[in-house]
C-alpha cells in the first residue's frame, strides 16, 4: 500500500503544479502579454498613420515634379526645333550673303 500511496500523492501533487502552472500562465497572458499586445497595436497604429501623413505629401511632389518634368522635356523638344529652323534660317542668310557679295564683285569688275 506504501507504493499505491505514494504514486497517489505523486499523482496528486503533479496535478496540483500542472493546474497551478497552467493558472499562473493564464494570469501572465491576462496582466502582461494580452495589455503588450494591444499596446504594440496601437503604437503600430500611430506609426502608420503618422509614416502615411508624411509619405503622402512627399509622393505628391514626386508627381509634381515628375509632371514638371515632363513638361520641360516637351519644352526641350520644341526649342530644339526652333533652334534647328533659326539655324536653317542663318545659314540660309550666310549663304545669301555670300552670294549678294560674290555678285557685286562680279558686277563691280
Excluded at 503604437?43 to 515628375?66: A, H
Excluded at 522635356?73 to 545659314?91: A, F, T
Amino acid at each position: 500500500m506504501e507504493w499505491s500511496g505514494l504514486a497517489t500523492q505523486m499523482t496528486s501533487v503533479i496535478t496540483t503544479f500542472t493546474i497551478i502552472g497552467g493558472a499562473l500562465i493564464w494570469v501572465y497572458k491576462k496582466l502582461v502579454s494580452d495589455p503588450d499586445k494591444r499596446m504594440a497595436e496601437k503604437i503600430q497604429r500611430e506609426n502608420s498613420e503618422s509614416l502615411k501623413m508624411t509619405v503622402e505629401p512627399l509622393t505628391k511632389s514626386i508627381e509634381l515634379l515628375n509632371h514638371n518634368l515632363a513638361e520641360s522635356e516637351k519644352d526641350r523638344i520644341q526649342l530644339n526645333k526652333q533652334m534647328g529652323k533659326h539655324n536653317v534660317i542663318l545659314n540660309n542668310h550666310e549663304t545669301r550673303i555670300t552670294v549678294l557679295e560674290e555678285w557685286k564683285k562680279g558686277v563691280s569688275e
